[in-house]
């Protein structure tokens, strides 16, 4: 386990996770954080993980994702131009008082915040912390909402 202790920290976490991940990235964001989930290297380590897997899918639950779609995040854009393997999706109303945030690689490298507007949390290679993460996931995507704002391309 790794401690992570400010946004340099948080954004290196990210960035190693997303570079580790063969298979599968579901991630838990407040508001898709722009410096660290819309960086370039972030981005391009998602690309590279669904180009290099065509199996591989990235699953996105956020707050408000709209919200960031007014703005030019380099992570809705590229869900919007490799939508068959990026989903971002708004978290169902029930489930909008979460206050955490993480990001799960293949069911087994976690990185965890107990408050998502934070950077503070762990980093850790942890199958039954990844697992238990992903089952949360799972549940929340079962009742998240599509947001049309997300998925349209803007010509």
């Not at 400010?6 to 580790?20: F, K």
Request: charged share 40%.
């Amino acid at each position: 386990m790794r401690r992570i202790e400010d946004g340099t920290d948080l954004r290196d976490a990210y960035l190693e996770l997303a570079g580790e991940a063969r298979h599968s990235l579901a991630i838990l964001s407040r508001d898709l954080e722009p410096g660290v989930l819309g960086t370039g290297e972030f981005c391009e380590a998602v690309k590279r993980l669904v180009l290099e897997n065509r199996r591989a899918e990235v699953q996105i639950l956020a707050h408000d994702p709209a919200a960031a779609a007014r703005t030019t995040h380099r992570l809705i854009e590229l869900a919007r131009r490799l939508s068959s393997f990026i989903e971002i999706r708004r978290l169902g109303p029930d489930d909008r008082e979460l206050t955490e945030a993480f990001i799960v690689a293949d069911r087994r490298l976690v990185v965890h915040r107990i408050y998502g507007d934070r950077p503070q949390g762990e980093y850790a290679e942890d199958r039954a912390r990844a697992r238990e993460l992903d089952q949360r996931f799972r549940e929340l995507w079962e009742r998240a909402e599509f947001d049309p704002e997300v998925r349209r391309l803007h010509l």
